[in-house]
């Protein structure tokens, strides 16, 4: 049984079970160069999903290299919510309020929200220090989420990267992900996986 976070907007009750710090390991497999040459590491990975109220997830990953050093190796922050159409009553854009009540502020009216697939519609931004800015859209159903991007922005030295697609799951209290990848010349090809526990 999964307990709703005190304070948690009724929008966010289908990525509840996502809230909290998860901790663990994965591994990264990805060929590079001309020769194919199969990149393969461990790192450890600690990952935190928050919420203010509002009706989004703050989302935030560190990774480190399984070394004696524990050496950085990547970071990257967003925020994940249901994809719906905007209401007035709405935030924003920037810093406005919304005019007129708050939309699906009941469970009910989250309900209504439910796709074809009997799960929920879902978008996350996510931000990575490299120059990537990657939009991402899919569905949330029963303790899994589906993700691939809609949109990749990046700096004008970021290294190629052109799409990507991203699984979550909860299975036994476990948080399991995947990441596939297109860049640096590939097809969207497996890139990293990882299993996490919540500490707290």
């Given at each position: 049984m999964i307990e709703l976070p005190e304070?948690?907007?009724?929008?966010?009750?289908p990525l509840s079970w996502l809230v909290g710090v998860?901790?663990?390991?994965?591994?990264?497999?990805?060929?590079?160069g001309e020769d194919d040459t199969v990149r393969t590491y461990e790192f450890g990975q600690r990952v935190s999903f928050s919420h203010d109220g509002l009706p989004y997830l703050n989302y935030s990953s560190t990774t480190w290299l399984l070394d004696d050093e524990h050496t950085p190796l990547a970071?990257?922050?967003g925020y994940w919510r249901l994809d719906r159409p905007s209401e007035p009553g709405d935030r924003g854009p920037a810093m406005l309020l919304g005019d007129g009540p708050v939309p699906f502020s009941t469970t009910q009216s989250v309900e209504t929200l439910r796709n074809q697939t009997d799960g929920f519609d879902v978008e996350a931004a996510i931000i990575h220090p490299t120059g990537v800015n990657e939009l991402y859209v899919g569905r949330v159903k029963q303790g899994r989420?589906?993700?691939?991007?809609?949109?990749?922005?990046?700096?004008a030295n970021a290294k190629e990267y052109s799409a990507a697609t991203r699984m979550y799951g909860l299975v036994?209290?476990?948080?399991?992900?995947?990441?596939?990848?297109?860049?640096?010349?590939?097809?969207?090809?497996?890139?990293?996986?990882?299993?996490?526990?919540?500490?707290?």
């Open positions: 304070g948690l907007s009724a929008e966010l009750v998860w901790e663990g390991t994965g591994v990264v497999e990805y060929p590079v970071a990257e922050m989420i589906d993700l691939a991007t809609d949109a990749v922005m990046r700096s036994e209290g476990k948080l399991f992900w995947a990441w596939d990848i297109a860049a640096l010349g590939r097809e969207l090809t497996s890139h990293a996986s990882g299993q996490l526990a919540k500490v707290d």
